[in-house]
């Protein structure tokens, strides 16, 4: 006879299709009701981008049924665990995301962009930095205008806390050096100022609370991710290049300089797959590296063409050829955020205004 211990023991047992451990063990069985041989379970997902739910649904669906259960009923919610490390700056945000690449026109802001707004797609509440103060291209792709206010918040003794609010992008905070200066002006700091600007835009912005905070990060492999690793424990680093040989050297610069500041590297997305520049190149670079692979996202004019209207949401609300790629890609690095929080335990949040 059914009851809801032993539907538990079952189902506990049953593994994670993503992340290759029971669904006890992660914790993932949050509710199970039975009636007569009708059989209700609800499932915790550690982000709203898990993909293929489906195949939880039918290995526990497999379970059931030799145990007598008539019809098994899956319902699913999520909630996005996260490291929380940005506590020691005032920055409640449970994962940081930086994307990187070893040289510029890579397409590192698009994919950056893409990821911030499929997280979104997906149900996450997530903000979008801009820390290319150089050449920031981030308010262009997404379609946004405005110039960040200072808010002034009282506090109990008496002082004042200064905040920058961020442009909103439809619910999605954003924050870019091009919402500062004009279009044609050059921003030329030295290492510096280049410094101070992205603590205040890490610690001074009022982000709120979110699931993600995407970063994108200049090309290279200057002293910005060097500030990151200092200022906020990153949930990892997502790198970009197209399938070319001299593409993927430099992007083998970016992996080590991500090792060498202790930033976890997500893997690596190739953008511009087609037939320009090739297709495979970064697949085959990332199983060299040992390191996962995200994704491939097609050279199709749509994401040019909607980038440079500022309209990329539009490539995930829409139907277009580029959509599906898009959205794989954003399961992978959720997934793989997912996945390196059970290595690492979250470390207690401490806010420190």
């Given at each position: 006879m059914l009851s809801e211990s032993s539907v538990q023991a079952a189902?506990?047992?049953?593994?994670?299709p993503e992340i290759g451990r029971s669904l006890g063990e992660l914790k993932m069985v949050r509710s199970v009701q039975v009636s007569g041989t009708a059989v209700r379970i609800g499932i915790e997902l550690p982000t709203p981008a898990y993909p293929g739910r489906e195949r939880i649904t039918a290995a526990i669906r497999q379970v059931m049924t030799p145990q007598g259960a008539s019809s098994v009923e899956v319902e699913y919610t999520w909630t996005v665990q996260g490291k929380g490390t940005g506590g020691a700056i005032g920055l409640n945000v449970k994962n940081v995301i930086a994307v990187g690449s070893g040289k510029g026109g890579v397409g590192k802001s698009t994919v950056a962009a893409s990821l911030a707004l499929g997280l979104k797609h997906f149900g996450a509440k997530v903000g979008l930095m801009d820390a290319d103060v150089y050449g920031p291209s981030i308010p262009h792709l997404v379609g946004a205008t405005g110039t960040p206010v200072i808010k002034q918040i009282p506090l109990e003794d008496g002082r004042v806390?200064?905040?920058?609010?961020?442009?909103?992008?439809?619910?999605?905070?954003?924050?870019?050096?091009?919402?500062m200066v004009k279009a044609d002006q050059a921003v030329i700091w030295r290492g510096p100022m280049l410094h101070k600007a992205l603590s205040q835009f890490l610690q001074q912005t009022d982000w709120g609370t979110?699931?993600?905070?995407?970063?994108?990060?200049?090309?290279?492999?200057?002293?910005?991710a060097l500030t990151l690793s200092q200022m906020v424990g990153l949930a990892g680093a997502v790198v970009v290049c197209t399938p070319q040989q001299v593409a993927l050297l430099d992007a083998v610069k970016a992996v080590s300089m991500f090792k060498t500041v202790k930033i976890p590297i997500l893997g690596m997305v190739e953008n511009m797959t087609g037939e320009i520049?090739?297709?495979?190149?970064?697949?085959?670079?990332?199983?060299?590296?040992?390191?996962?692979?995200?994704?491939?996202?097609?050279?199709?004019?749509?994401?040019r063409e909607?980038?440079?209207?500022?309209?990329?949401?539009?490539l995930f609300s829409q139907d277009n050829p580029s959509r599906a790629a898009l959205l794989h890609m954003c399961e992978r690095v959720a997934m793989e955020v997912a996945r390196s929080l059970l290595e690492t335990p979250s470390l207690p949040t401490l806010e420190i205004l």
């Open positions: 189902v506990s047992g049953v593994r994670d806390m200064e905040r920058i609010v961020p442009i909103d992008v439809d619910g999605m905070p954003t924050i870019s050096m091009g919402y979110l699931d993600y905070l995407v970063i994108d990060m200049p090309p290279g492999t200057g002293d910005v520049f090739g297709r495979g190149g970064a697949k085959a670079k990332a199983a060299e590296l040992g390191l996962p692979f995200l994704g491939e996202v097609p050279a199709n004019a749509l994401i909607q980038g440079d209207a500022g309209q990329m949401a539009q």
